[in-house]
Structure formats: structure tokens, C-alpha cells
T-cell receptor, first 114, second 111 residues
Framework: NAGVMQNPRHLVRRRGQEARLRCSPM?????VYWYRQLPEEGLKFMVY????????ESGMPKERFSAEFPKEGPSILRIQQVVRGDSAAYFC????????????FGSGTRLTVV | RKEVEQDPGPFNVPEGATVAFNCTYS??????FFWYRQDCRKEPKLLMS???SGNEDGRFTAQLNRASQYISLLIRDSKLSDSATYLC????????????FGTGTQLKVEL
């Protein structure tokens, strides 16, 4: 079991570009969660997805951010027109049922906007 | 009260010391709690789950006080490798099926 896989590990984007972050859950897990950790801050919930459905997006900024988890393939967190304030570590976690909270996190994607 | 609040730290302790972290939470309906460990620039990793009054795993003991709405983590016989940030985590503190993380307490174990 390869665990939760995130790529890329590091991503550098210029202001105004798009960032795409990928997360492949653990085998057999159909629930995916995205969290963001700004420098010197705690992890903040962004979005919770199940295959082909967004269950809870209460932590997503209203503009420029979107997430999907298609039937086939990884979950994608997409940030359009990035700004310097988007620079952060983005972590993905997965769980098998959505009812247990001992999540396993991926190693994260560190986004730097220059 | 913040949803999840932790001691700010950092805690600098000598090797072999016993150290305790506290965490308070605001949602009295929360039933389960977690301590995660995060090493510098890495992903958080589950350290302990707390479902009843407490849990013990080797040198680590987590205790829960529902009446006062706080959770504690005790580390005995600290090792250099225990140096990390310890995150208190409460499911659904913000509502819904998600985790709410405290900002973490940094521990530095020194020779």
C-alpha cells in the first residue's frame, strides 16, 4: 500500500498562473480531504470530497479555488490566478469511510508563488 | 474561546524530562480527540487517539477531561527524537466531517 501520494512535492508559480495539485488516496479509500498550512500557522480544512462529489467545501476560498475527485484518477486542487498569499503547504488526507478521523496525510505540496 | 487552543510553546526540555501539553476545545459535543505530530516541513502523523478518559502508549499518555473540555499529552523520558510540533485535533469542531487543528506546541528536547 503506497499510502497517500501527492504531487508535485514542490511547485513554483508566478503570480497570475494556475496551480494544479494532485492527490491519490490510499488504495480502497474513497474519501479525500484537503488542508492548507500557511507559514507559521496551523492546518486549516479546505474541502472534503468523495468520488465525483464535493461533500463539504466550507473551507475553500470563494474565488480562484476549486477541487474535484473524478471517478477515475486523482483528486485535483486547482488554484487559478495565484497570488503570493497562496504560498503554503497543501496536504491531502484520505479515509475509507468518512466516519473515522485517524487520517493518513500525504507528504504535501509546497506551493511558492513568486 | 477558540475551537481548539494549545499552549503556545516552545517547550525546551532536557533529555529524560517529563513534559505535558494542554489543549482546550470549545465544542462540548466532540466525542473523540487526537494528537498528531508534525516534524519540520513534513506531513502531520497520527500519534494518539483519545476516545474515553485517556490512552497510554509507551512513554506517551493522553488524558481527556470532558467537564473542563481539555485534553493533555504527557511525554515521559523525553528523547531527542521527540523534538517536533504536537498538534491537538478535534473532529467536527468547526461542524461537519472534518478535523480542526490547533496551531501546535513546539517541543525541543536538548542534551
Amino acid at each position: 500500500n503506497a499510502g497517500v501520494m501527492q504531487n508535485p512535492r514542490h511547485l513554483v508559480r508566478r503570480r497570475g498562473q494556475e496551480a494544479r495539485l494532485r492527490c491519490s488516496p490510499m488504495k480502497g479509500h474513497s474519501h479525500v480531504y484537503w488542508y492548507r498550512q500557511l507559514p507559521e500557522e496551523g492546518l486549516k480544512f479546505m474541502v472534503y470530497l468523495q468520488k465525483e462529489n464535493i461533500i463539504d467545501e466550507s473551507g475553500m476560498p470563494k474565488e480562484r479555488f476549486s477541487a474535484e475527485f473524478p471517478k477515475e484518477g486523482p483528486s485535483i486542487l486547482r488554484i487559478q490566478q495565484v497570488v503570493r498569499g497562496d504560498s503554503a503547504a497543501y496536504f491531502c488526507a484520505s479515509s475509507p469511510t468518512g466516519q473515522d478521523y485517524g487520517y493518513t496525510f500525504g507528504s504535501g505540496t509546497r506551493l511558492t508563488v513568486v | 474561546r477558540k475551537e481548539v487552543e494549545q499552549d503556545p510553546g516552545p517547550f525546551n526540555v532536557p533529555e529524560g524530562a517529563t513534559v505535558a501539553f494542554n489543549c482546550t476545545y470549545s465544542n462540548s459535543a466532540s466525542q473523540s480527540f487526537f494528537w498528531y505530530r508534525q516534524d519540520c516541513r513534513k506531513e502531520p502523523k497520527l500519534l494518539m487517539s483519545v476516545y474515553s478518559s485517556g490512552n497510554e502508549d509507551g512513554r506517551f499518555t493522553a488524558q481527556l477531561n470532558r467537564a473542563s473540555q481539555y485534553i493533555s499529552l504527557l511525554i515521559r523520558d523525553s528523547k531527542l527524537s521527540d523534538s517536533a510540533t504536537y498538534l491537538c485535533v478535534v473532529p467536527g469542531a468547526g461542524g461537519g466531517n472534518k478535523l480542526t487543528f490547533g496551531t501546535g506546541t513546539q517541543l525541543k528536547v536538548e542534551l
